[in-house]
């Protein structure tokens, strides 16, 4: 009988343990399970944003072979993603384009930092310039295995900024042709914006660092300089900004007659007094 109670004892703990075991390696499964729905649930959330994104996003490996890429990427260049993995830049841009996309990769490399470049690539219209930050890619131990690179087309802001340069050459170049100076005054900071053909007009060789109310008005002869302050009130209330009043200039100390004309705003005087421009009164 004690022998026989033993070997009952003995298979119950047996099939407890066997039973604790099958329990816990089904948890251990279902965990996995869990855990791995979990990620694919991420990772399909991760592609979603990546896919939508307006920006080229594009990962590569330590030799330049495409690890991923975007939708957007697709779209631009024109190849399916499938196409695309495990190729370089060489297979998709001119050798001067790829050098220089090369280049800043391995500047990546070797910082280790995240950094921000302009680059080039050729589309359907031409070339077409970016904003590309590009920052290493590490693994849990800390080893850098790839390059990470979200660019931004900003090829029509350059092209606004450009015409933007044109526009103000060309209107500096009439100015100066008329000999007008054309100024900028914001009444909370007290400086202003000026070319160089304001200062001439009040005796400077060439333009000035600072330039304000105070200053002006320090040109302005004594007897003109309630008017010359008074101006800036009126601009202020009506929006439009005129001024004729006498000035002694710098180098020769010579009175001259000068006219401004532009406007002001009504939310002066936190605001600019802007687009002035100033001119000999003959």
């Not at 790839?146 to 900003?154: A, E, F």
């Not at 302050?229 to 020769?252: H, M, Q």
């Not at 009175?255 to 687009?275: E, F, K, L």
């Amino acid at each position: 009988v004690g022998i026989a109670l033993v070997a009952v004892a003995t298979m119950v703990l047996l099939t407890a343990v066997v039973w604790g075991q099958v329990s816990f390696l089904d948890a251990v499964d279902r965990d996995r399970e869990q855990a791995g729905a979990a990620l694919r649930d991420s990772e399909e959330r991760l592609r979603a944003i990546l896919d939508n994104a307006n920006a080229l996003i594009y990962m590569k490996d330590l030799d330049g072979r495409l690890l991923f890429i975007n939708r957007q990427c697709e779209k631009v260049f024109h190849v399916p993603r499938e196409q695309a993995l495990g190729r370089c830049y060489d297979d998709f841009f001119p050798g001067e384009v790829a050098d220089a996309l090369r280049a800043h990769d391995r500047h990546i490399l070797a910082t280790g930092q995240p950094l921000e470049f302009e680059e080039r690539a050729a589309d359907d219209d031409g070339l077409h310039t970016y904003v590309s930050i590009k920052f290493p890619l590490v693994d849990s131990r800390g080893v850098t295995y790839g390059i990470c690179g979200i660019s931004t087309d900003i090829t029509a802001r350059k092209a606004m900024e450009t015409a933007l340069q044109e526009s103000e050459a060309r209107l500096t170049l009439a100015l100066d042709a008329a000999q007008m100076g054309l100024w900028d005054l914001d009444l909370a900071t007290d400086s202003a914006y000026r070319t160089v053909t304001h200062d001439r007009i009040f005796g400077y060789a060439e333009l000035q660092p600072t330039w304000g109310r105070e200053r002006l008005l320090a040109h302005v002869l004594p007897e003109d300089r309630t008017i010359a302050d008074a101006s800036f009130r009126d601009a202020c209330a009506t929006g439009r900004y005129r001024l004729e009043c006498r000035i002694v200039r710098r180098n020769d100390h010579a009175v001259r007659w000068i006219a401004a004309d532009g406007r002001g705003s009504s939310s002066c005087p936190t605001s600019s007094i802007s687009r002035n421009s100033a001119t000999w009164l003959e």
